[in-house]
């Protein structure tokens, strides 16, 4: 059954106000892996209180003696990394070999702020008038309420709360009910790391009622927010009413173009990297391919081909390339975008059911699957799928193809696949998009800006980009 788990407040494992708890799901067997205290905005305004009261000291520390803490806990991650991973998988159902590079990235992430909190460099500017002196500080935003989705619970977590603790901020963090237990290990070993009372705070709990403190809380400064678009707008109209900071990762909706000249076997790869990894449950998954006419056949062979070697099933065992979907509702949205596509003269050339029997009655499992004959009308080309399904359109022209890929409000990632050296930097400069991946269908590191244009949101994380969404510029002027 699992045991039961508390949240982390003030330096402090506790219960929630309400006395309520939550029961944690395999998505890969329906079997209850363990429970978690769930809260409310009570036990996130205990946790603000906290993080509000630790940010004086844990702000003026030496940017050194922070790095020490990020150091210590990136290193106790990477030696729990297959502990860290079987919990993922257990709640979520990602294969253990994706778990664990998850929590390789967790711990790349806290290094890497390690190393960038010792970097936040201010500026002197010339002044115009010889009796002043211009100076720029760069400061810690204050609180951070983070809010973040089940599909990297662990690697997601360090993305917001290695930088903010870098800058010098102090941190709430509210987990997706789905995978709180891979943030709990996560927060014993920040408590094992050391971190002063405060400074890291977990809430987990109704996200209404949790979000609704984070906005209202002046004592709260900024939201750091990795999920749906709809949510998304939620908080940033509810933040706007104190002018509060947001970050936002939110959905895509990502096209991948083969052109022909393509090496169409790295394409294969890299489509099935950017599609089927974490079982297409990924903001930066490919939702629209797009494949010249010349190479469509031999590139669907090829995709089918690969689609027939690769092993659906319970993340958990060494052979499984693809897991469940995270719960049944995100099945059934699975489902109804193929009975959408098919209904509007889709045709499943590959997959396309839910799989029942034998190892996969309990748990929440679709097909591989490949549409061809896709029109821009069908829901799949126009919502995030967040599933296992490639739907194929043909195309012939190079300005057409770019008017389709950009024909949507997100704008995160877009993959390319050629190898005219002319066509890269067309390609790079035309998608709108804030990731491109040219001949790469797995583009994320630590060091590189994330993030989307348009609804898919506002700021970067990764690398130094990922530091200033936690420091404020400050503006002073020295009279003398
Ligand atoms: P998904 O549909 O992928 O689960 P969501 O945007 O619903 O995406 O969830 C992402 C995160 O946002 C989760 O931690 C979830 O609990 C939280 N969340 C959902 N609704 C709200 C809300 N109204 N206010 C604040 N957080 C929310």
């Not at 990924?282 to 190479?295: F, K, S």
Request: charged share 25%; aromatic share 8%.
């Amino acid at each position: 059954m699992g045991e039961y788990k508390q949240m982390y407040i003030n330096g402090e494992w506790v219960s929630a106000e309400s006395g309520e708890t939550i029961q944690i799901v395999n998505p890969a067997t329906g079997e209850v892996v363990g429970s978690a205290a769930f809260g409310d905005d009570r036990d996130a305004k205990k946790a603000i209180e906290a993080a509000h009261e630790a940010f004086g000291s844990w702000s003026r520390l030496t940017a050194r003696e922070r790095s020490k803490y990020l150091y210590t806990l990136s290193e106790l991650v990477k030696k729990s990394r297959d502990e860290l991973a079987g919990i993922i998988s257990a709640e979520m159902g990602k294969p253990l070999g994706e778990a664990k590079g998850e929590v390789l990235g967790a711990a790349d992430n806290f290094v890497w702020y390690a190393e960038e909190a010792k970097r936040v460099y201010g500026e002197t500017i010339p002044s115009s008038v010889p009796n002043k002196r211009i100076m720029v500080l760069r400061q810690p935003v204050g609180v951070v309420g983070a809010i973040t989705p089940w599909n990297f619970p662990v690697n997601m977590v360090a993305r917001k709360i290695a930088p903010a603790l870098a800058a010098g901020c102090t941190v709430v963090l509210k987990p997706a009910e789905a995978t709180p237990l891979s943030a709990i290990r996560l927060f014993e070993l920040i408590e094992q790391a050391g971190f002063p009372k405060g400074v890291v705070n977990l809430v987990i709990g109704k996200p209404e009622l949790i979000g609704q403190e984070f906005i209202e809380n002046p004592k709260l400064s900024k939201i750091g927010f990795t999920g749906s678009t709809r949510v998304g707008k939620l908080l940033m109209e509810g933040a706007a009413k104190q002018v509060k900071r947001v970050s936002m990762e939110l959905g895509g909706h990502a096209p991948f173009i083969v052109f022909p000249d393509a090496d169409l076997d790295a394409a294969v790869k890299g489509l099935f990297e950017s599609k089927f990894r974490n079982s297409g449950q990924m903001c930066i998954c490919t939702n629209r391919l797009y494949v010249h006419e010349d190479v469509a056949d031999a590139f669907t062979e090829k995709l089918v081909e690969r689609l027939k070697r690769a092993k659906v099933g319970d993340g958990r065992l060494k052979e499984t390339e693809i897991g469940p979907l995270v719960n049944e509702r995100a099945l059934n949205k699975v489902l109804e975008h193929i009975a959408d596509a098919k209904e509007k003269g889709g045709q499943v050339v590959y997959g396309g059911s839910r799989l029942t029997e034998g190892e996969y009655a309990n748990g929440f499992y679709c097909e591989p699957t490949v549409i061809t004959g896709v029109t821009e009308a069908m829901k799949i080309s126009q919502e995030e799928t967040f599933g296992p399904v490639v739907p194929l359109v043909r195309f012939t022209d190079e300005a057409e193809v770019v008017r389709q890929a950009n024909n949507t409000r997100y704008g995160l990632a877009a993959y390319v696949y050629t190898r005219d050296n002319q066509r890269c930097f067309r390609m790079a400069e035309q998608l709108e998009y804030g990731i491109v991946g040219i001949n790469d269908g797995a583009p994320t590191q630590t060091q590189a800006p994330f993030g989307g244009f348009k609804e898919s949101g506002i700021g970067r994380e990764g690398g130094r980009y990922g530091m200033d969404e936690y420091l404020e510029t400050k503006f002073v002027s020295f009279g003398i």
